[in-house]
């Protein structure tokens, strides 16, 4: 997964900056919808005026990560930065938005969830964001959880649910988008690169194996089965049987 740097990018309030944090005091990630339709460098430009959250305008996109439609996640600010997405809880949380105005609870909502890309990399992000931040499946909330019933809307607010329960996909998928762990395990098996149980757990083995085959492909080495090495293991596994 690749993520792009928009800190300095996008403009920032002419005179407001964020308080900071030490990283130690994050203990969850939050995860939001936009409710509209606009990418991240718009969302911006809103955050920075005069807004729903702040009539001076705030800081800078009031989110760590925002996830395009397109699937390209893009960071607006630094994790030591204390954002103002979910009241109550942004000294010690990171906050994900989808782009996207998704069906939830309590709105007339658009009718769509979010792309498949999107949900990928929220799935690659937030496991980074695990790792590097010693967060478990129960650290990773949806904005629901703290007052706002629909956001991220139906879909997202299920996956968060089945993470947080640790629920996994373990059926064959033959899409690559949708290639489960237990499938990603079983393709790594059939090259030689995993050799534990498929179960569809993430474990040691399992991370090594993804680590090795990205070494040995080209791959950006980073133990995440992100969409790229998802389709390079989908192309170099094509009498996978299951």
Same mark, same amino acid.
């Given at each position: ?11 920032? #309030? ?17 995860? #939001? ?40 996640? $893009? ?5 030591? *930065? ?44 937030? $496991? ?35 993470? %947080? ?14 290639? *489960?762990? *237990?499938?990603?395990?079983? %393709? ?43 389709? $390079? ?10």
């Amino acid at each position: 997964m690749e993520i792009l740097n928009c800190i300095k990018s996008l403009p920032w #309030h002419p005179t407001r900056r964020w308080q900071t944090r030490s990283l130690d005091k994050i203990d969850k990630i939050i995860i #939001h919808q936009e409710l509209g339709e606009a990418p991240v460098e718009n969302v911006n430009t809103y955050h920075i005026g005069p807004n729903h959250v702040s009539p001076q305008g705030c800081p800078h996109f009031c989110y760590h990560f925002g996830i395009e439609k397109d699937g390209t996640v $893009k960071q607006a600010n630094e994790l030591s *930065s204390v954002t103002w997405h979910t009241t109550g809880q942004n000294t010690v949380s990171v906050g994900i938005m989808l782009v996207g105005n998704f069906n939830g609870t309590g709105y007339n909502l658009g009718k769509e969830g979010p792309t498949q890309e999107q949900m990928i990399s929220l799935d690659a992000l937030v $496991k980074q964001q695990q790792s590097s931040l010693d967060l478990t499946n129960q650290d990773v909330f949806g904005h629901y959880h703290f007052g706002k019933p629909a956001c991220p809307g139906y879909k997202i607010s299920e996956w968060i649910e089945n993470l %947080r329960n640790n629920i996994l996909e373990v059926n064959r998928t033959t899409s690559v988008n949708d290639m *489960s762990l *237990s499938e990603l395990q079983g %393709r790594l098996q059939q090259l030689g690169y995993y050799t534990g149980k498929v179960d569809g757990i993430m474990g040691a083995l399992t991370q090594r194996a993804i680590y090795l085959f990205q070494q040995q492909n080209a791959l950006m080495v980073d133990g995440i089965a992100g969409p790229q090495t998802k389709k $390079k293991l989908f192309e170099t596994t094509p009498n996978y049987g299951g």
